[in-house]
């Protein structure tokens, strides 16, 4: 048998399995529905935030019973944050047998009286990999990921260590993996660095991205003019440092490689306490750029939504200017907490890359990082990057700098013509998405950002033209709506608990929606205008439908009768009341954000696991129409990893207990085909109606199921 050893294009295309996040049924309590923004959370010192930490990885043993994970599995704590009523939301990281699994992480929400509320997982239950035995040695990997590399050119690897073994969890895909990190020719420079997933028994690419996560650009520049800056006193002097922000230092890189950036690196010093002179001549006017957009940004994050640094345990980062030669890039680095800046080049009149909202867009990709983690590539790797413009836009609306006022514009004062990007008007480049398309997943992430930095725009400003920060505006939605918006101050609360509390690593477009419409919820009601506001955002971005106004009477419910479509024998055929009426083996119907439904929000996920799995779906007492020529038909999607016409995984439709029809893997389809199956045979009977699924032991494929009717 001919069988492929990599993720098939057709799976990663229409299932996006790599970036792909499992969020269970919420009903979030309203913690903070009224007064200033907020997300909701006490305040935490660093040694509350340990402890509450060491209380979570005590927890994490029977964590893990709890949720059903495998007794291979560990769980280590990551982040604890506590609710105003002392609900806490615990991130952990996953180990299988002492391997670390990306995609692993999850959320456990725990009610103030400790018990277990709901759960967010970025790969859905227990992890089960036939080996742990790699076929590759970490140098084959190594070699692979060099020859697998998409983003940089001359790929190299630093030896066997730059190859670490891992678990790659991706939806319902698992795999022994390695990660490999190369350096070549790419956008951020010379020495670009990038992640390759290599499957260590096939040898197989299941994934890369970018490590550095940066604003790529022909120049950057900062005018902040005149600023308060706190800094250290010492035997000689003045250091660039600031003791009340965790201890933030600048230093002078001195044209240090970006893979090294502290090579040549001196702290900035100085005999008196006034800093540069606002031109390029002097090496401390980018520091003095840096320090205050450093500052404002912690000021931001800890007098807005009581966070006291990136990590939250109250340590300042390091930023490094003069990073390099020629530099037309800034970055964080998370591998060694600190961010670089370079000085741009001829291009842009050599400009330091140090721009206020710049600063505070790197400094949030510290925030991502020690939080939900977003993957950088993919959809995932797209609301990372817009995170980034969020919170670098509020940072710069919060500093009320007079030289660089708020708007919505980003990097306008790097000398790009009128900006680097538009969040109300995304496309305004010719490269970046401002509404979600099935391309999301495969463009630029920086391109991708468009999407969710146009939601945000809209849920905080609303559709129309207007001027902010004296630039024009117009919140143009994709959906011709028109409506307010909430105000960027909640806007953005709700996208910091949501990043912070519900979204994971693998969090997509659609489940970004979800994360914020429980943020939403927790915040200011479940009925809440600010929350329907959201839900009008993403449909204005092509993500999902509005909800109903909450200020207009709704139209009584109907109570769900058998059957639920009018000429349908079947009782709840489109799924949307859950499981009633229906006996499944593996809770297979989902309103789960992982795949899309034919219609409504609900349908069946049957198989997907890779390995020998049956499962079944059914309904008995149906009554077959006993006139005319009755029929089933549904609607199926079939994603699969194997390839060639042989039936290895199938879905069978049996009729007390007799199979009609069989589909397999050989049926894929890009999209929800409706399939008919002639019920003559059973006029006026009364049936067994029964979807049987059976897996073989390799590859995948996934069975979508919809909208069944009998009659």
Not at 24 to 49: I, L, Y
Not at 677 to 704: I, N
Request: one cysteine or more.
């Amino acid at each position: 048998m001919n069988r492929k050893t990599a993720l098939a294009a057709a799976v990663a295309a229409t299932l996006t399995l790599s970036t792909a996040a499992v969020a269970t049924a919420q009903s979030p309590a309203k913690v903070n529905g009224s007064g200033p923004a907020g997300t909701g959370f006490q305040s935490m010192s660093a040694d509350s935030r340990q402890a509450a930490v060491a209380t979570a990885d005590r927890e994490a043993e029977d964590t893990a019973k709890a949720l059903g994970l495998g007794s291979d599995e560990r769980l280590v704590a990551k982040d604890v944050l506590v609710d105003t009523d002392g609900a806490r939301h615990v991130r952990y990281n996953r180990t299988y047998r002492g391997l670390p699994v990306i995609g692993g992480d999850l959320v456990v929400h725990r009610a103030k009286d400790g018990r277990i509320a709901s759960s967010t997982f970025a790969h859905e239950g227990a992890i089960s990999v036939a080996t742990t035995s790699p076929r590759l040695t970490a140098q084959d990997a190594a070699a692979t990921a060099q020859r697998g590399a998409r983003h940089i050119k001359s790929a190299q690897t630093t030896g066997q260590d730059s190859s670490q073994l891992v678990i790659w969890a991706s939806g319902k895909f698992t795999t022994l993996a390695y990660r490999s990190t190369v350096t070549g020719e790419g956008d951020a420079g010379p020495a670009s660095r990038e992640a390759v997933v290599v499957d260590a028994v096939s040898g197989a690419v299941l994934d890369t991205w970018e490590i550095h996560q940066e604003v790529s650009g022909t120049g950057n520049g900062v005018l902040v003019g005149q600023v308060a800056l706190e800094t250290t006193q010492a035997s000689s002097g003045y250091q660039l440092t600031d003791p009340t922000r965790g201890s933030t230092t600048v230093y002078d890189a001195y044209a240090s490689p970006q893979t090294n950036p502290s090579q040549n690196a001196k702290l900035f010093t100085k005999s008196t306490n006034a800093w540069g002179n606002g031109a390029t001549t002097s090496r401390e006017s980018a520091a003095v750029d840096a320090a205050y957009g450093l500052a404002m940004t912690w000021d931001y994050f800890k007098n807005t939504f009581n966070r006291s640094g990136i990590r939250n345990d109250g340590r300042g980062a390091r930023a490094y200017v003069h990073v390099d030669n020629n530099l037309q890039n800034a970055f964080y680095d998370d591998t060694c907490f600190c961010m670089s800046f370079g000085d741009g080049n001829a291009q842009n009149s050599n400009i330091p890359l140090t721009e206020l909202d710049v600063t505070g867009h790197e400094m949030a990709h510290g925030v991502t990082a020690a939080t939900a983690n977003l993957n950088y590539s993919g959809e995932s790797g797209g609301l990372n990057e817009a995170t980034s413009d969020i919170f670098g836009t509020m940072v710069e609306f919060y500093s009320n700098n007079s030289t660089d006022p708020g708007d919505y514009y980003i990097g306008e004062k790097l000398g790009m013509g009128t900006s680097m990007r538009r969040m109300d008007n995304p496309a305004s480049d010719g490269k970046s998405l401002g509404c979600w398309t099935s391309q999301a997943s495969t463009v630029d992430v920086h391109y991708s950002s468009g999407i969710g930095n146009h939601f945000f725009y809209l849920a905080a400003e609303g559709t129309g033209a207007k001027t902010i920060g004296g630039k024009s505006h117009n919140g143009t939605p994709c959906n011709n709506d028109s409506f307010a918006g909430i105000g960027k101050d909640k806007a953005a609360a709700i996208w910091y608990r949501a990043l912070t509390t519900y979204m994971t690593s693998t969090t997509n477009y659609t489940q970004a929606r979800t994360a914020t419409l429980n943020a939403a919820a927790d915040l200011y009601g479940a009925n809440s205008q600010e929350r329907y506001i959201v839900s009008k955002a993403w449909a204005a971005v092509s993500v999902g439908t509005a909800l109903p106004d909450p200020g207009s009477t709704p139209a009584p419910t109907p109570t769900p009768t058998t059957p639920t479509t009018p000429g349908n024998a079947l009782a709840n055929g489109g799924f949307e009341q859950g499981g009633a009426g229906w006996t499944q083996s593996a809770n297979d119907i989902t309103n789960s954000t992982l795949a899309l439904p034919h219609g409504g929000s609900w349908y069946a996920w049957m198989l997907g696991a890779g390995q020998t799995h049956s499962e079944s779906l059914s309904q008995s007492n149906v009554k077959v129409p006993a006139t005319g020529n009755p029929k089933l038909t549904f609607w199926l999607q079939t994603t699969t990893q194997e390839s060639g016409p042989t039936a290895y995984d199938t879905l069978k439709v049996n009729v007390n207990g007799t199979t009609l029809a069989t589909y397999s893997n050989a049926n894929a389809s890009a999209s929800y085909v409706q399939r008919t199956v002639d019920l003559s045979a059973f006029r006026g009977q009364t049936v067994k109606l029964e979807f049987a699924g059976q897996e073989d032991p390799y590859l995948a494929t996934v069975f979508l199921l919809d909208d069944v009717s009998i009659g």
